[in-house]
């Protein structure tokens, strides 16, 4: 099915099961620890062995020696992978670095072996034995001192410009040239990558925890050079992604690897200390915003460049994407440089782009909001666009900025906030509000899916889409119910195995409305088929209650399928709307803070996000996404650093207990609140994503409060108390 | 005893040192070797037996010495429920109760577990007969990729049952009081436990909605 | 990990002496910290000695006022216990700032003493430390340097001692009490417990070989106003940026002692008499002869304006 118009009235739009607030159809399994994630499939491959990565010690240089025999010896254990025995390996269209590493080492902790014994104690214990020798070679692991030599990136557009910028900026009567930094963060997901591998014959299958099945599948098989047939990736289950599970990681690969050379299904969990820095980050940029305006606060000018880096053959943190679509201004210009550095891989985490983009450009915002004199919320508003500020010809899907704006200030009290900052003082805390814009473009993915009804009447959903905590079983379940006109206890949901319909996958926030609307495709087949079976006209028939009404007859679907099931494939594929139309998920974000006004220590006390991201297929699973994202909003406002050392090449802080993220006691109360919306521009759902709108902006709400709070200001992530302790107010 | 002022940093001994650190880089694993004697890396494994009750079930299991109590529930008696984050007492996924209180059980050893009284997520509740605290969580939607959740549930059970037992907490105002139940009482109770996909406000909302019930 | 044979204690003696004479044995009691180090194979014990089975978990009076906690009492027991919250409630303070709620269960209060550093470059058996290897060089230095020493450091080792409830046995005069493998028992003051690291940073503590604690003794209550502060990056579950274990009493003498700032709980006894002075004294006096990085230099203006703010804390409540 192609999507090529907007979307009229269909059965979506009833709304009986979509929409609806219900509860997650996986709950009792998360909740009861029987959903099964990838390393615990007794089930499937009982007499697995376990295998046990050795990292790199080195960031860049090469193995000069490697000496496997001692952990070849050591008891119980199987096989020892290296380069050396691995046979030849490709790699994967979405990886940069190798996941096996030798004789060349891109990266610190890169895979250098696989150590495979019967029992995870005797694996860990043996891969201390494998000795490698190294050759250290110069590395470039800072970010601000190769800045100089960063380059325009091959891919994408670099460069953006309309108007004039320079002669705009010059003659703006307030100004504003900024520099922000955003350091490298880790996912940090709570189930480490993991892998069960099992070959039989030459196919292979990998119970994996992976958020893209498809494209990981084709990444295997061109890694391990088998076709992609004879590779199975299953992942129904996964303990967290936020872009770091999207590609193929070392875990596959050394379970594969290992599997055939120890001629017995094994199990590869990376140990959280390597995780790091063995697998992908979101990148550190440095950022330089410059917005230039009227007396009255119109933007005239607006520029945003930013630098970041990469492994040869990466590509750039695409910080300034979002500063092309936000705010109105005649004169604008972005630009992304991207320098070569040998840190472990960048890659996609959460809003990748925005999350950092929105980091730096929201505290500008307020930043020449005070300069020009107005209210934060009231520049924001005053500087909204309905067309593309690029291309005044094409406009927004549906745009209700201000609308999330205004419904936010008034709720959250937004009037209290005291202009001057550092002016509200309770006891020993310095009291603080800020708010942030949230932006983040909907994109829409190809996506299919199979149904079949059931001769028993229960309707079964399958599609090799994944559930990352994003709820993608019960939206599916929810869409399929209301197709069918079915209540949601007689679908089962199956995903995440590549013997199912290829689907869009989980990632860019496009999976929800693009998995959705594949299985809607499916459905509309099916509706004709059964329609075709009960001898009436698919178009007019009404799919209610268990029942097909049709000509005012009331016809049980078990009827259709008396004698034997019915089944029905189909996809959603997109025609040119978004081309047509720019398609994007807006918010405000709103936070209140308290300072110690001593110690510098940062508490939040509220929260709250307004969004407007089309139809919501579950406010309950849809508001979780968005507390999510806070809270990684948060993390990323007040602690998460990747700290470089940059002697050595690695990020030193490389597990849970130094790579600090939020726990329950930094996290308020959260509120958020869905604009009621529907987009027929974006899909027959009319739904778009959310779950990455949720982390945009949170960060720089976050800062800007602390700055409302203590009058200093702070350009470089994280706002941690030593960067502003020395200029808070004496004791 | 007055502070040892025995020594200064200099540029060159920053530099120095950093040099040395770097050319030691170079060398492989940096960890002292053998021991004195004894058992060593390529040593036999070591087993021994140890008889628990978990889940209200006597288990007799000969072990490995090395495995911890995570292991030898997810792989030796397959109670996958239980999670490994990460291994290291740092994220609190792999929390289970064991005699009356919760640990992590990545951090101990099974061996040193002998007669123990052992209740894991499987214990609380099934699909179909969940716990209060499990149904709490799915009707607040106290979860999202599910993989911390069961060390969530198990933490949260506790901590009722802490609180009850008047142990206090970082935020208790007045020690010399009784503790009690508050919202800000759960927040710090339960940070032991990361959520990475940041459902905190949901699960306090339904160990409130537990602990209200409870009262 | 390697492999390891396996042995409960009969009695702290009968520790002491199995752990004197089987080659690389190590005590294990919480093992929170033991097992964590053993996983990444920094700790290499061949033989353990499981010392849950003694009898040193009670909390109880001694003759001269004071209270003994014997080794094996929980970090949450000593935290909760009735006495210790209505007569040194800095301790409990202490404890309960540390870890986590399941940690504090498992943990006892002699493994809370022998805590190792949480240096990253410590953790990283990739990385130089002369902790880890002497030797090997100090990866720290000149490296990210955030969370060390400012003070009592050395060319070697400028790691801190990660433990809340020693800075508060520190304040409160604690008393290590230990056997030796030939029975003999001994009292060591907690201020001469833990040592710096010099060129030794690989020693932590006077413990001989074989030495087991057997308890911790505090003397009499000394009462006042005790306050624990404890700063960090996030509200809970994370090691101290620097923390302030404080006594005050009505007439405005006191005692203070630092945490995560030192290869030691922190104390300089000089620096109790300029209490009345206010925190710019009392900082001066404990931090003299600071030695900072770029990454940790702000340590010592935190410690000033933590010191001041609890300083004024204490002085609310007496007002």
Known sequence: MKFDTPATTNPIDRLKVVGKPVDRIDGPLKTTGTAPYAYERHDVAPDHAYGYVVGSSIAKGRIVAIDTSKARRAPGVLAVVTAQNAGKLGKGNFNTARLLGGPDIEHYHQAVAVVVAETFEQARSAAQLVHVDYARAKGTFDLASAKGSATKPKDGKPDTAVGDFDKAFAASAVTLDATYTTPDQSHAMMEPHATIAAWEGDRLTLWTANQMVDWSRGDVAKTLGIPKENVRLVSPYIGGGFGGKLFVRADAIMAALGARAAGRPVAVALQRPLMMNNT???????????????????????????????????GPETAVSQTRLLYAGPNRMTAMRLAVLDLPEGNAMRAPGEAPGMMALEIAIDEIAEKVGMDPVEFRVLNDTQVDPENPKRPFSQRRFVECMRTGAKKFGWERRAARPGSVREGRWLKGLGVASAFRNNLVMKSAARVRLERSGRLVVETDMTDIGTGSYTII???????????????????????????????GQWGGNSSTAGVYAACVKLREAIAQKLGVDANTAVFDGGDVVANDRRVPLTKAVAGGDIVAEDGMEYGDLDERYQQSTFGAHFVEVRVDAATGEIRIDRMLAVCAAGRILNPKSARSQVIGAMTMGVGAALMEELVVDKRLGFFVNHDLALYEVPVHADIPHQEVVFLDETDPISSPMKAKGVGELGICGVAAAVANAVYNATGVRVRDYPVTLDKFLDKLPPV | MAPSNDWKFTRRDVLKMGAMSV?????????????????GATSKPVTAKVGMEVNGAQQALELDTRTTLLDALREHMHLTGTKKGCDHGQCGACTVIVDGRRINS?????????????????????????????????????????????????????????????????????????????????????????????????????????????? | MRPFTYERAESPQAAAAAAAKTPNARFIAGGTNLLDLMKIDIEQPAHLIDVNGLDLARIEGTDDGGVRIGALVRNTDLAADARIRRDYPLLSRALLAGASGQLRNKATTAGNLLQRTRCPYFYDTNQACNKRLPGSGCAALGGFSRSHAVVGGSKACIAVHPSDMAVAMRALDATVETVKPDGSVRRIP???????????????????????????????????????????????????????????????????????????????EAADAELPKGAKAVAARLLAGAQTTDDNAFKLTLVERTLAATLAEAKERTA
């Open chain 2, 106 to 215: 990545c951090l101990t050893l099974a061996v040193m577990h002998e007669g123990a009284k052992v209740t894991t997520i499987e214990g609380l509740g099934r699909p179909g007969s969940l716990h209060p605290m499990q149904a709490a969580f799915v009707k607040h939607d106290g979860y999202q990729c599910g993989y911390c959740t069961p060390g969530q549930i198990c933490s949260a059970v506790a901590v009722l049952d802490e609180i009850k037992a008047d142990i206090p907490s970082h935020v208790t105002g007045d020690l010399t009081a009784k503790a009690s139940f508050s919202r800000t009482e759960v927040r710090e109770r339960m940070s032991g436990n990361i959520c990475r996909c940041g459902a905190y406000s949901n699960i306090h909302d339904a160990i409130e909605e537990v602990a209200g019930g409870a009262a």
């Open chain 3, 190 to 268: 907690i201020a001469d417990f833990h040592t710096l690291p010099g060129n030794t940073p690989h020693i932590e503590n006077v413990l001989t070989k074989g030495e087991l604690i057997t308890a911790v003794t505090l003397p009499k209550p000394i009462g006042g106003h005790q306050l624990y502060h404890k700063v960090r990056d996030r509200a809970s579950y994370a090691f101290a940026l620097v923390s302030v274990a404080l006594v005050v009493q009505a007439n405005g003498s006191g005692r203070v002692a630092l945490g995560g700032v030192a290869h030691k709980p922190w104390r300089v």
């Open chain 2, 23 to 39: 050319t030691a880089l170079a060398a492989p694993r940096l960890v002292a070797g053998g021991s004195e004697s004894g058992l």
């Open chain 1, 477 to 507: 379940g929810q869409t399929a119910a209301e197709m069918l006109g079915l209540p949601l206890d007689r679908v089962d949901v199956r995903l995440g195995d590549s013997s199912f319909p290829v689907s869009a996958g989980s990632g």
């Open chain 1, 280 to 314: 992908t980050h979101r990148p550190a940029t440095i950022q330089r915003i410059r917005i230039g305006t009227s007396k009255e606060g119109k933007i005239d000018a607006i520029a945003h460049e930013s630098w970041s880096g990469d492994l040869p053959g990466g």
